[in-house]
C-alpha cells in the first residue's frame, strides 16, 4: 500500500490558476493509455482524500455526482450534502490514514489535493510519493503544488504527449 500525491502542474508549481480554473490543463493532449495516465494509477487506488475546494470543483465537473466505487475522505468545515462512498471529516490526518488504509484493502491510497492538504499528510510523515504531469504552461500564481520543504528521489520520468511526467520517492527527514 502506497500513499501517493497524484496531480497536474504547470511547469511554475501551481494546479489551479488564480481563479482556481483547469482550463490550461484540461484543453491539453494526453494519450489516456500513456505513461502515468489516470486510468492505470486509478485502478491501482483503494481510497482516497481531497480538500473541500477540490471536491467541489469535482462535483462541479461531473454533475454532482461523486465516483461511489472510491471510498473518499473530503476534509472540511462546510455543511456538505451526503454522497455515497463520502465520509466528511475534520479528524487529524493520521487518524483518517488510518481508516483509508483499512478501506483501501491492500490497495493504494490517493491524495487528491489541494497542495495544503497534502503537505499535512507529509507532515505526518504518510506521503510516499508523488507523481507529477507538468503541462506545458507557466501560470505566474494560483493554488501551489505542495507548499512544503521535502527532499524527493526522482523515480521514473517521461513524456506523454503534451506533458512530462514524473514519479518521485519522498526521502525521509534528516
Ligand atoms: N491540477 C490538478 O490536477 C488538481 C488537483 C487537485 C486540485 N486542483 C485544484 O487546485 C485547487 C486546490 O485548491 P486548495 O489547495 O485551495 O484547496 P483544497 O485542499 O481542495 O481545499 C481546501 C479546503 O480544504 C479544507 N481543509 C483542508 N485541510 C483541512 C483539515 N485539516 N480539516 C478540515 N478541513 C480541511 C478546508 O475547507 P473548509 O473551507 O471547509 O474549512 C480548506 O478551505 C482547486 O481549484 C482544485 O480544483 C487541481
Known amino acids: ?5 497524484y496531480t497536474a502542474s504547470s511547469l511554475d508549481g501551481f494546479i489551479a490558476d488564480p481563479d482556481n480554473s ?17 486510468g492505470g494509477f486509478r485502478a491501482e487506488v483503494g481510497a482516497g482524500a481531497v480538500g473541500a475546494t477540490t471536491y467541489q ?15 473518499t475522505w473530503v476534509f472540511t468545515h462546510r455543511d456538505l ?3 455515497d462512498g463520502v465520509t466528511f471529516t475534520t479528524d487529524d490526518v493520521r487518524r483518517v490514514h488510518a ?8 490497495k493504494n491510497i490517493w491524495l487528491m489535493g489541494g497542495g495544503d492538504l497534502v503537505g499535512q ?14 503541462a506545458p504552461v507557466v501560470l505566474g500564481g494560483g493554488a501551489p503544488l505542495l507548499p ?11 513524456r506523454n504527449r503534451e506533458f512530462l511526467c514524473a514519479r518521485y520517492t519522498v526521502s525521509p527527514p534528516g
Open 57 to 71: 470543483w469535482v462535483l462541479d465537473q461531473e454533475g454532482d455526482q461523486w465516483d461511489a466505487s472510491l471510498p
Open 99 to 106: 481508516a483509508m488504509t483499512g478501506a483501501a484493502a491492500g
Open 81 to 83: 450534502a451526503p454522497q
Open 121 to 134: 499528510f507529509a507532515d505526518a510523515g504518510l506521503l510516499d510519493e508523488v507523481w507529477v504531469q507538468y
Open 22 to 38: 483547469l482550463d490550461w490543463l484540461l484543453s491539453r493532449d494526453i494519450d489516456p493509455e500513456g505513461l502515468m495516465s489516470f
Open 148 to 158: 512544503r520543504r521535502l527532499e524527493l528521489s526522482l523515480e521514473e520520468l517521461g
Open 1 to 5: 500500500m502506497t500513499t501517493i500525491y
